[in-house]
């Protein structure tokens, strides 16, 4: 379990060994812990995130569905993703995006599906997420969602694989050390694509109606969402294990799509006036676009 946390600005960063400006809470035991090889679910991947204004969606769809499969786990009207984002009172995880550290991290839990369907023994997700450089890397493990309340707000440790131990051990730390508590909730509609053949490591995703939440933060509330982002665009996400294909690059360009630093936990924190509105945050006036022109996948 990490121990002795304390909160300072994000700013103030202690050195690693080889020179990266870290947090202070991840030049300690904790920090090495978050950064070390793990044996549960984890992602290793390179992102790119576009806005895109919806009416270009259509266009944008069929071309993506030239050059890549849907995902077997993606109906067709895509699936919703709901999660809830834990943070400390002075909201340091906020802080670190938003100051762009090249070492930093989220706690969240998350469920895939409708959310009026979760039950206690609904498997949900209990995921950090961080950054590395340029990389970003995902952990997670599933739990009945009764189990995951008891771990990150009820701060006990749950039953687990033994595989898992390690790894349950970091969340208490986590939520214990640094005071951890829910900040924000985010849910929105995707619609998933993977990659073909030598670009089986590619995924593309197409986040629709992004809405958000500050209270209520049982997933299975019958409370109102509101949206962070305008109706009127959707966030283009590219994932890739290596590097992004060509391709993908020359569509967003011909497109005219812009990439973008846009968070939606971020996003929802501004939007309901728990920080300043930062240089990323999508407006809630941003002009809509015509659909673009016809051009070739």
Same mark, same amino acid.
């Given at each position: 379990?990490v121990?002795?946390? /304390?909160?300072?600005?994000?700013?103030?960063? &202690?050195?690693?060994?080889g020179g990266?400006s870290l947090?202070?809470?991840?030049s300690d /035991?904790g920090?090495?812990?978050l950064?070390?090889?793990?044996?549960l679910h984890a992602?290793? *991947?390179?992102?790119?995130k576009?806005?895109?204004?919806t009416?270009r969606l259509?266009q $944008?769809?069929?071309?993506?569905q =030239?050059?890549?499969d849907r995902?077997?786990? #993606?109906?067709?009207?895509?699936?919703?993703v709901?999660?809830?984002?834990?943070?400390?009172?002075?909201?340091?995880f906020?802080w670190? @995006?938003?100051?762009?550290?090249?070492f930093r991290?989220?706690l969240?839990?998350? +469920?895939y599906?409708d959310?009026?369907?979760?039950?206690?023994d609904?498997?949900?997700?209990v995921?950090i997420?961080?950054?590395v450089?340029?990389v970003?890397?995902k952990r997670r493990?599933?739990?009945?969602?009764?189990?995951?309340?008891?771990l990150?707000?009820?701060r006990?440790t749950v039953?687990?694989q033994?595989?898992?131990?390690g790894?349950? &051990?970091?969340i208490?730390?986590l939520?214990?050390g640094l005071?951890l508590r829910?900040?924000a909730m985010?849910?929105?509609?995707?619609?998933a694509?993977?990659?073909?053949?030598?670009?089986v490591g590619?995924?593309?995703?197409?986040? +629709?109606r992004? /809405?958000? *939440?500050?209270?209520?933060? +049982?997933?299975? =509330?019958?409370a109102?969402? *509101?949206l962070?982002?305008p109706?009127?665009m959707?966030v $283009?996400?590219?994932k890739?294990?290596? *590097?992004?294909p060509?391709w993908?690059?020359?569509l967003?360009?011909?497109?005219?799509?812009?990439v973008?630093?846009?968070? @939606?936990? #971020?996003?929802?924190?501004?939007?309901?006036?728990?920080?300043p509105r930062?240089?990323? +945050?999508?407006?809630d006036?941003?002009?809509a676009?015509s659909?673009?022109?016809?051009? @070739?996948?």
């Amino acid at each position: 379990m990490v121990r002795g946390m /304390r909160w300072r600005s994000p700013a103030a960063a &202690s050195q690693s060994e080889g020179g990266e400006s870290l947090p202070e809470a991840a030049s300690d /035991r904790g920090g090495h812990a978050l950064r070390a090889p793990s044996p549960l679910h984890a992602f290793n *991947r390179y992102e790119i995130k576009y806005l895109v204004p919806t009416l270009r969606l259509p266009q $944008l769809r069929g071309q993506l569905q =030239a050059r890549l499969d849907r995902d077997s786990f #993606c109906p067709e009207d895509g699936y919703g993703v709901w999660s809830v984002y834990y943070d400390t009172r002075q909201l340091r995880f906020y802080w670190e @995006k938003i100051e762009g550290l090249r070492f930093r991290r989220k706690l969240r839990l998350r +469920h895939y599906g409708d959310r009026f369907s979760i039950g206690e023994d609904t498997t949900v997700y209990v995921e950090i997420k961080q950054r590395v450089n340029r990389v970003t890397q995902k952990r997670r493990i599933g739990l009945p969602y009764a189990a995951a309340r008891q771990l990150c707000d009820g701060r006990q440790t749950v039953d687990h694989q033994p595989g898992q131990a390690g790894f349950v &051990s970091e969340i208490l730390g986590l939520v214990s050390g640094l005071d951890l508590r829910p900040v924000a909730m985010t849910g929105y509609q995707r619609e998933a694509y993977v990659g073909r053949d030598a670009e089986v490591g590619l995924r593309v995703t197409l986040d +629709h109606r992004v /809405r958000g *939440r500050d209270r209520d933060f +049982h997933l299975g =509330a019958d409370a109102e969402n *509101r949206l962070i982002i305008p109706a009127r665009m959707s966030v $283009l996400e590219v994932k890739a294990n290596d *590097r992004v294909p060509y391709w993908l690059t020359d569509l967003a360009a011909a497109a005219d799509l812009s990439v973008v630093r846009v968070s @939606k936990y #971020c996003q929802s924190v501004e939007a309901f006036g728990k920080a300043p509105r930062s240089i990323f +945050h999508v407006p809630d006036d941003i002009p809509a676009a015509s659909p673009a022109p016809s051009t @070739k996948a």
